[in-house]
T-cell receptor, first 111, second 113 residues
């Protein structure tokens, strides 16, 4: 199946710092979703990207397609302790609402 | 809160047994997808139900089966449980079968011993 690779695998940052992570695939996606997952919980949708070239924001989070549309980026500004968790990217499989998920980026925020 | 609820939250079963997991989709959503998430990995797609019919399946054996009911709630059934079936099972609901936003429940943690 499709492989989505996320980098970095893990990040340790100081509270207040900005964060940037990315996700790459071997295929072009027309939709990207970014999720955050806390331990033992289901993923929570952060941002949905439908239009290449546009920056989509949700509070301190921004995301966009990469130039090739085989990648996507998520940025978090002024990180806070509750940003701790695992961030997953997801792209659609075939033409249905079936998503491939990335390998995840684990974020730790040090107060 | 997504409005997607799953039950039970935790379950312990013995190898060879059968298990049924349940999911209530978000109000207004007619599509339910099931995912398996092993520890330390991203969710893996099992199958999707759209308007009570299976609408796509991932690389899972036939002993993984499902149902969707007229109220769009759904069940995931796993027969002949194996130790490797131990995972967090996630249900996601969405409107329509296209690549739109999917909202997840809190998951069911299944442990097979």
């Amino acid at each position: 199946g499709q492989q989505l690779n996320q980098s970095p695998q893990s990040m340790f940052i100081q509270e207040g710092e900005d964060v940037s992570m990315n996700c790459t695939s071997s295929s072009i996606f027309n939709t990207w979703l970014w999720y955050k997952q806390d331990p033992g919980e289901g993923p929570v949708l952060l941002i949905a990207l439908y239009k290449a070239g546009e920056l989509t924001s949700n509070g301190r989070l921004t995301a966009q397609f990469g130039i090739t549309r085989k990648d996507s980026f998520l940025n978090i500004s002024a990180s806070i302790p509750s940003d701790v968790g695992i961030y997953f990217c997801a792209g659609p499989q075939n033409t249905g609402n079936q998503f491939y998920f990335g390998t995840g980026t684990s974020l730790t925020v040090i107060p | 809160e997504t409005g997607v609820t799953q039950s039970p939250t935790h379950l312990i079963k013995t190898r060879g047994q059968q298990v049924t997991l349940r999911c209530s989709s978000q109000s207004g959503h007619n599509t339910v997808s099931w995912y398996q998430q092993a520890l330390g990995q991203g969710p893996q797609f099992i199958f999707q139900y759209y308007r009570e019919e299976e609408n796509g399946r991932g690389n899972f054996p036939p002993r993984f089966s499902g149902l969707q009911f007229p109220n769009y709630s759904s069940e995931l059934n796993v027969n002949a449980l194996e130790l490797d079936d131990s995972a967090l099972y996630l249900c996601a609901s969405s409107l329509g079968w296209g690549p739109t936003e999917a909202f997840f429940g809190q998951g069911t943690r299944l442990t097979v011993v």
